[in-house]
């Protein structure tokens, strides 16, 4: 910030900062994203003055930013939001930083209404202008700030004072929008804890999908669940990228992306490989020295469709299961790359052949030496290591606890499996009609 606005970043010189809205320690606990930049800046004896504007109606600027200030004993002053483009002309202002509710995938921003406002008048004026967000308000699944719906507030914050005193007539029409969208174009940079993610020179967006992406590493995507990107259905492109970003599966793919392939296991008659796409989407992602295995889990089953309904959470389940049957028998259960609960995705090794699905096999007559040995070592290893014998108490009830929860696909088990086949149902055909 002190560099865009021209002063040396040593702390040497001092600037002025102008913010909206209330980004400290009151709305984000700790530091603060916006104001705890401001602070940063004041610590190191950089900050000459902060202007916070009052961020009408609600005036968070106001009670809440201004507070903070003052708390802080830090030099700030409190202005009416139609003075910012003022006090920028009168060079009062070297850079202005404001917070984010959302960030879209091209950099677009959602703040609190004004914040576009700022951004007009500071380009116009050549005051940088940045954006200060955590990394889980980056959303690369909304392409732009079009994309993002904007609430309306109720009419009164305009009409009444939290007293309820009148200060416009009845009957006045309002438009009172909560939120407005900074394009990317006005904004220097977006500032996260991992870093900036700067606009390019001449650029009119900010590449927030590559930044997110290149910052996930594996056991980032492991915790999804705290903060991770929301929910997105793969296809066969899409799983490549997916892919790319995951080291251990790129290691066994070899080559670059460019060279690699990637088709959706089908479900058809007399495929040997369909069955492992019953349930879920499956797909194959090959390159020059491996494959491997990448499936996801909509809520539904996948041969059926939307019609029969079943959560994603099977895949945190069946992942949850090869990773510890892996960790006891790593001789027969292929090794876990990547399980991201909240994309219902694994990533997984690809059995190589002459490994095949045993139940076509079978069901052909054949005969594989060795196959009672090696179902009793997984059996004997799992059962057991998963057994009281194996495991204390406290361990073992806390498995039980979080194994109950498989509810759905146990269910699927016995329908499909148990019950239907001996009855006339409609989810199988193994009767003329």
């Given at each position: 910030?002190?560099?865009?606005?021209?002063?040396?970043?040593?702390?040497?010189?001092?600037?002025?900062?102008?913010?909206?809205?209330?980004?400290?320690?009151?709305?984000?606990?700790?530091?603060?994203?916006?104001?705890?930049?401001?602070?940063?800046?004041h610590e190191k004896g950089a900050l000459r003055q902060v202007y916070?504007?009052?961020?009408?109606?609600?005036?968070?600027?106001?009670?809440?930013?201004?507070?903070?200030?003052?708390a802080d004993g830090l030099p700030?002053?409190?202005?009416?939001?139609?003075?910012?483009?003022?006090?920028?002309?009168?060079?009062?202002?070297q850079a202005v930083i404001?917070?984010?509710?959302?960030?879209?995938?091209?950099?677009?921003?959602?703040?609190?209404?004004?914040?576009?406002?700022?951004?007009?008048?500071?380009?116009?004026?050549?005051v940088p202008f940045f954006v200060a967000s955590p990394t889980t308000t980056l959303d690369p699944t909304t392409a732009t700030g079009a994309d993002i719906v904007i609430e309306e507030r109720d009419a009164t914050e305009l009409t009444r004072t939290r007293g309820g005193e009148a200060l416009a007539p009845d009957g006045i029409c309002v438009w009172n929008p909560a939120f407005d969208v900074?394009?990317?174009?006005?904004?220097?940079?977006?500032?996260?804890?991992?870093?900036?993610?700067?606009?390019?020179?001449?650029?009119?967006?900010?590449?927030?999908?590559?930044?997110?992406?290149?910052?996930?590493?594996?056991s980032e995507l492991a915790a999804a669940p705290k903060g991770a990107p929301g929910f997105r259905e793969l296809d066969a492109a899409s799983a490549i990228?997916?892919?790319a970003g995951i080291p251990s599966a790129v290691a066994v793919l070899g080559g670059a992306k460019g060279e690699w392939r990637c088709h959706e296991v089908a479900d058809s008659e007399g495929d040997e490989e369909a069955a492992a796409g019953n349930v879920n989407f499956v797909y194959f992602v090959s390159g020059p020295s491996g494959k491997v295995v990448v499936k996801q889990a909509m809520p539904y089953v996948r041969c059926v469709g939307e019609s029969w309904p079943l959560s994603p959470e099977r895949a945190s389940f069946e992942a949850h299961a090869l990773q510890a049957h892996g960790a006891l028998c790593p001789a027969h259960?292929?090794?876990?790359?990547?399980?991201?609960?909240?994309?219902?995705?694994?990533?997984?090794?690809?059995?190589?052949?002459?490994?095949?699905?045993?139940?076509?096999?079978?069901?052909?007559?054949a005969i594989f030496e060795g196959l009672a040995e090696h179902c009793a070592e997984y059996l004997a290893t799992t059962l057991f290591g998963t057994s009281l014998l194996a495991m204390t108490t406290a361990e073992h009830k806390k498995a039980l606890q979080y194994w109950s929860g498989n509810v759905e696909m146990c269910q699927l088990t016995e329908k499909v499996i148990f019950t239907e086949p001996y009855m006339v149902a409609g989810n199988n055909h193994w009767t003329s009609g």
């Open positions: 910030m002190l560099k865009a606005a021209g002063v040396a970043a040593d702390g040497s010189e001092s600037i002025g900062v102008m913010t909206i809205c209330n980004t400290g320690s009151l709305a984000t606990a700790g530091y603060g994203t916006a104001l705890g930049a401001i602070r940063a800046l916070a504007c009052e961020t009408r109606p609600y005036n968070q600027g106001g009670r809440l930013t201004a507070y903070e200030i003052v700030g002053t409190l202005i009416a939001d139609s003075a910012a483009a003022s006090a920028m002309a009168q060079g009062k202002v404001v917070g984010a509710d959302r960030v879209a995938a091209n950099g677009d921003t959602a703040n609190k209404i004004g914040t576009y406002a700022l951004a007009v008048a500071a380009a116009h004026h050549n900074t394009p990317a174009g006005l904004i220097a940079g977006v500032v996260t804890e991992k870093g900036v993610v700067a606009r390019g020179k001449g650029e009119r967006a900010i590449d927030i999908k590559a930044f997110v992406e290149a910052q996930r590493s594996e990228d997916y892919v259960v292929p090794t876990v790359f990547l399980h991201e609960p909240a994309m219902a995705t694994i990533v997984m090794e690809y059995v190589k052949p002459p490994c095949t699905i045993l139940r076509g096999q079978l069901n052909k007559g």
